[in-house]
């Protein structure tokens, strides 16, 4: 597994993606995007952070979050 490093900045934005295991064909998640948004949702409950954006495809997402100040 790749070992990522990181800056601990309290207040920082981030840029990630995620892609899934099996990306060939499928498109897993726009087809259940109802439930990928109720996801966001839990995770933004418990954990806030602000989403600057979010791009959905087929087969990956992309991210900008900015943690809280004083999150890290």
Do not use: K
Not at 8 to 13: C, I, L, M, Q
Not at 34 to 51: K, N
């Amino acid at each position: 597994m790749t070992e990522y490093r990181r800056a601990r900045v309290p207040g920082a934005t981030w840029f990630f993606t995620v892609g899934l295991a099996e990306r060939r064909g499928n498109g897993l998640l726009v087809e259940r995007i109802d439930t990928l948004r109720s996801a966001f949702r839990v995770v933004r409950e418990r954990h806030p952070f602000q989403m600057d954006a979010v791009v959905i495809l087929p087969d990956h997402l992309h991210c900008v979050w900015t943690l809280p100040e004083g999150a890290e």
